[in-house]
DNA sequence: TACAATAAGATCAGAGAAGGTCAAAAAAAT
DNA sequence: ATTTTTTTGACCTTCTCTGATCTTATTGTA
């Protein structure tokens, strides 16, 4: 029980309780000083316990003024993305499956017309091509944008 | 948040909204000593947040009666998205440079805070990665959305 | 007029301040 | 005994800040 990874888990889901936006923000060397552990060790905490499967995506910038921000989803409220979610994320997607998504997406009103027509333009095959590797890679780009709308403060 | 670089950044935006014509003019040593910093922090914040690229031009003089001069550029005549398709497409564009593009695009009204959102994500270094390839491929992903944005079916 | 003095701004390399990656060692679990 | 999870450390990338040195414009003066 309790290895250094779970008390920085809990550490840090503590604060994201105590936040009513969902969202922390921190310093990776501060949050590393407090526990007394190397720097890195945060990197293997927010991999192994906030990965995007577990409802939680991770920010970051480097160089002076560098931050982590970890933003809890709120994956209750909209079931029909999380199955989505589950779905295209990680998995192959064809140009044709991905218009597909897209436009159930926009039938429900999540995405607007223009949006939806941003993406399909970006999941083109002409763009990322059409072979396996483009699948994946528009899983991918599929799977980041439904994360973005999980979140709470996208608009 | 808040390095020096992003106060004096905000500080010169907010001048830049102030004056109605979209034009300022200063010293930038008086600068400096506002911020406490050396002159060349100046330069710094004009070349990584006031470039060509990002909507402005900064003209300068020097010797006695020396000034800097920054102009906000403004794309109300619309022409400017095939010079950012020169600029961004085709080349290679690192995820800060395409995320300075998306942002002037919203600022520009051409794109919605959404629809910037939506496009940050796609270009996240998570997503699509950080080497040559990566980037070519950002370039080839921005690239099509100006297109996209250039069709006069596109609302 | 020519020349020096002075008053700006530009440039570039290097230091500093963050965070990321990866593989190997150590510890725990099976 | 073997596999999985955790922990560590060496090295890398990105962003910011500083200082020494260079260039250009104006002004005062012999």
């Known amino acids: 029980m309790s290895t250094l990874a779970n008390q920085i888990e809990n550490y840090l889901k503590k604060l994201l309780s105590a936040s009513n936006t969902g969202i922390i923000e921190l310093k990776r060397n501060d949050l590393a000083e407090i526990f007394m552990c190397v720097p890195s060790q945060i990197n293997y905490v927010l991999s192994t316990r906030f990965s995007s499967n577990q409802g939680y995506v991770v920010e970051s910038r480097r160089g002076g003024g560098g931050f982590v921000r970890i933003i809890r989803l709120s994956m209750d409220n ?10 295209a994320g990680q998995r192959k997607v064809s140009r044709a499956m991905g218009e597909k998504l897209i436009d159930r997406l ?50």
């Open 78 to 87: 909209e079931p029909n993305l999380t199955a989505m979610l589950e779905t």
């Open 106 to 155: 926009c039938e429900e009103d999540i995405l607007s017309k223009r949006e939806s027509m941003i993406m399909k333009a970006m999941i083109d095959e002409k763009i990322i091509g059409s072979d396996d590797d483009a699948d994946l890679l528009r899983g991918n780009l599929l799977n980041a944008v439904l994360l973005l709308l999980l979140r709470d403060d996208f608009v």
